[in-house]
């Protein structure tokens, strides 16, 4: 559904993408991840026609952004930053000024969406009256309007609550379980894109450190966590088949059985307590990957 082919992009000289090259599946939930200033709304600029990139091409549907950006972008809806509306209207008259910029969308299109977003009750009120979770809602109204296959949310729950980013994923899960619709959601919070998203690029200073399933990222390296009562001399025994990670943990080899590694200490007259897998949280798996990136980095 989206294609990026080696996108490169520079502000002031600054480069802010290295040849980006990327592809989301239709009726996907795509994770974007990186830290502020990584490349992600510079990549969502680009998608949607915003900005110009130096070199490369973006399409959607297999239609070119660069060079027909109506086409490409007639089933594309977006969250592109902060929504804005005009406060001293009602949300209802916000979504009829929008829709009419690009496509004349029926009364009863615009009420579907409302419905769908859960703002029924209030859509007639100014928006000036509203939440900052009412405001993100009546953005992903506009976003699906007039019937995209395609959305692009930028840090859609800056801002929010915990109960209001709990709405919001719940929100954007059901639309595409429903309505099979293509999501990209573009965030720095780790958290929300593992829940939300299978497949997952992380970005780092512009450049792509992980392409793939957050099962393969978590599953990079197995780690094993012992309670024993002589670190230094299971630490021996284990011997060159593990990297020590720290204090109880180390790093399996590929191939390497826990179930082994156990009867290797008992046998050298260790004992063991306690043995559990150790899943790396998603904030140690980040670090990592950006670490390993900007060391291998070339200089600018």
Not at 100 to 112: D, F, G, L
Not at 137 to 153: D, H, T
Not at 164 to 180: D, K, S, T, V, Y
Request: charged residues 25%.
């Amino acid at each position: 559904m989206i294609e990026l082919r080696n996108l490169q992009k520079s502000f002031g000289g600054k480069p802010a993408l290295h040849g980006l090259s990327l592809e989301v599946q239709k009726g996907e939930v795509f994770g974007l991840l990186g830290h502020n200033g990584a490349g992600k709304s510079t990549t969502l600029g680009i998608l949607l026609g915003q900005v110009f990139p130096d070199a490369g091409e973006a399409l959607i549907g297999g239609v070119s952004v660069q060079r027909e950006r109506a086409r490409a972008l007639a089933k594309t809806g977006a969250i592109f930053e902060a929504p804005r509306f005009y406060d001293y209207l009602s949300g209802w008259r916000n979504l009829e000024i929008y829709t009419s910029y690009s496509a004349r969308v029926p009364r009863a299109q615009i009420a579907e969406a409302v419905e769908t977003v859960g703002l029924t009750g209030r859509i007639r009120d100014k928006v000036s009256t509203y939440s900052q979770g009412m405001r993100q809602r009546l953005g992903l109204a506009q976003a699906l309007l007039p019937a995209n296959e395609v959305i692009l949310l930028d840090e859609p729950t800056n801002g929010l609550d915990p109960e209001g980013i709990a709405e919001m994923r719940a929100l954007i899960q059901r639309l595409n379980r429903e309505r099979g619709l293509t999501v990209v959601f573009c965030s720095h919070l780790l958290a929300e894109v593992e829940q939300l998203c299978d497949h997952v690029v992380i970005l780092n200073q512009g450049r792509k450190i992980f392409d793939g399933r957050w099962a393969d990222l978590g599953a990079e390296r197995r780690q094993v966590r012992f309670e024993v009562d002589d670190w230094p001399r299971a630490v021996v025994l284990l011997g060159e088949s593990v990297r020590v990670i720290g204090p109880g943990v180390v790093a399996l080899d590929d191939g390497c059985a826990t179930a082994d590694l156990v009867a290797r200490l008992v046998q050298g007259g260790v004992r063991v307590s306690a043995v559990e897998p150790e899943r790396r949280n998603l904030e140690q798996i980040y670090l990592a990957l950006t670490q390993n990136s900007a060391s291998s980095a070339p200089p600018p």
